[in-house]
């Protein structure tokens, strides 16, 4: 649905364009070919937006391990087509959707992921934050050996019992059974000295490095660098680049958070048990949801907006790691976490705010954009306070009831703001002011006589 508007928005903007920057620069009579060049294209304009929205929503969001298992005797079409297709829809795009219209929980997903992979990284021997991020999310994965392997116990001195073979002897690998996702706590630090690789090996099992995501970051910086320089030399900003500017300045700190995080690690490393070996998960047993149907939905979006849903997983239970997995955060910990990002969402939503005197095309838009901008502002701004007032839950519950209360009426309505937002900023298009179109005057920066 939100594609379709979108694409309508575009298709309608650049019809509607079309013959509009020829008319914008006669209304300015312009007398001069090297004033003609100087103007910018509405293409332009979509292009660089699109460019850097795309880079801020897919390239710089680090998932999880989203583990597949092999099959056998696969068919063309099925390996070629169908399960690439498949991953797409089913894993890649709603990420992408989450990206798009709530970036600023993939801000806080990345902050837990953050802290959490410090703590670890300080519970093995030359372990780095970059090793926690793997651990996290999910690089390490369990398998059982065939009935036939042969094998031999590690060798570890731990009073507890961690049962994790090596195999040793012949066999094929696609007869290997995968069993679950590991967290720490399902190993012993001296399994992990031996299995776990180094930090360069990790960073080669992701698909980018710190080149490509200081290209990225680059890229990010100059978008928001012109949009800074227009501003000063009083030339207006579409509604489409506040839009990209909001995400682009969010998107420094996600990458801020995520830089040592490897990237699209799609197989984790196996560890093995024999066939005939338990796993039971180690650590707290997971929580439970509530039995009622209302009530569970009420309790999910309140966990899942301060990121302590992981305490109602079983990761023995998973095919896979959960795709906002960030490990078991204490609940004394998850308020001063959220705090931050819940205020750089709101950050986020105020950055909207720098069109709210923009000329729109309706009168009906500009009271739309106007509501929006509020809405994204108070949304967080009441997740910042419930974080706040989280590790108190027990002397403030009743404060918690009204923020939870309010949390629930005005998140449908955070939500429709950011669609409306996004598909303002390309209706807009159709409309806009002739200095909209004048290119930035970048000497007026350089020192002269």
């Known amino acids: 649905m939100l594609v379709l508007l979108l694409a309508y928005a575009i298709t ?11 008319a914008s620069i006669e209304l300015r009579d312009v007398a001069s070919c090297d004033e003609l060049n100087s103007q910018r294209s509405i293409w332009s304009i979509v292009w660089s937006c699109l460019s850097t929205i795309f880079l801020c929503t897919w390239v710089a969001v680090h998932p999880n391990v989203h583990f597949r298992s092999e099959k056998r005797n696969q068919r063309w079409l099925e390996k070629w087509l169908w399960d690439p297709l498949h991953e797409l829809i089913t894993y890649k795009v709603p990420l992408f959707l989450w990206a798009l219209l709530v970036p600023e929980y993939i801000l806080a997903w990345a902050a837990r992921q953050y802290v959490q992979a410090g703590v670890i990284s ?3 021997p030359e372990w780095t934050r970059t090793h926690g991020f793997f651990m996290i999310m999910g690089g390490f994965h369990l ?23 090596v195999p040793t002897g012949r066999h094929l690998r696609r007869d290997e059974v995968p069993v679950c996702p590991l967290k720490f ?12 690789p180094t930090e360069i090996e990790l960073k080669d099992r992701g698909k980018s490095d710190a080149l490509t995501k200081i290209i990225v970051l680059v890229q990010t910086l100059w978008f928001v660098i012109q ?22 300045v969010l998107n420094l700190f996600i990458y801020m958070f995520w830089w040592d995080k490897p990237m699209n690690v799609e197989c984790p490393i196996r560890a093995y048990k024999t066939w005939t070996a338990s796993h039971e998960e180690a650590g707290e047993k997971a929580a439970a949801w509530n039995d009622g149907r209302v009530l569970v939905w009420v ?19 998973q095919c896979s790691i959960p795709m906002f997995w960030s490990g078991r955060i204490p609940d004394r910990d998850l308020g001063p976490v959220g705090i931050g990002p819940s205020i750089l969402g709101a950050a986020f939503g105020a950055i909207h705010c720098i069109a709210w005197s923009s000329e729109f095309p309706s009168r009906s838009e500009l009271v739309l ?28 519950k009743y404060v918690l009831y009204i923020l939870a209360t309010l949390l629930l009426l005005s998140a449908w309505l955070y939500v429709a703001g950011r669609i409306a937002t996004l598909v303002i900023a390309f209706t807009s298009l159709r409309y806009l002011p002739p200095a909209t179109f004048r290119t930035v005057d970048w000497t007026t920066f350089i020192p002269h006589i």
């Open 369 to 396: 954009w106007h509501i929006s901008c509020v809405a994204m502002i108070a949304v967080p701004f009441i997740v910042a306070i419930f974080c706040s007032s989280w590790a108190y839950r027990n002397r403030l």
């Open 227 to 248: 949009c800074i320089t227009r501003r000063t030399q009083h030339l207006p900003l579409t509604e489409l680049e506040v839009v990209t500017l909001a995400y682009a």
């Open 299 to 317: 309790e999910k979006i309140i966990n899942y907006t301060i990121g302590s849903q992981d305490q109602y997983v079983t990761i023995s239970q």
């Open 12 to 22: 309608q903007s650049v019809h509607s364009d079309a013959g509009s920057i020829p």
């Open 143 to 165: 398998f059982r050996l065939p009935a036939d392997a042969s094998f031999t116990p590690l060798p570890i001195e731990s009073s507890e019992s961690f049962i994790f073979v």
């Open 185 to 196: 706590e399902d190993f012993s630090v001296e399994t992990l000295e031996i299995i776990a």
């Open 122 to 124: 300080k519970k093995v």
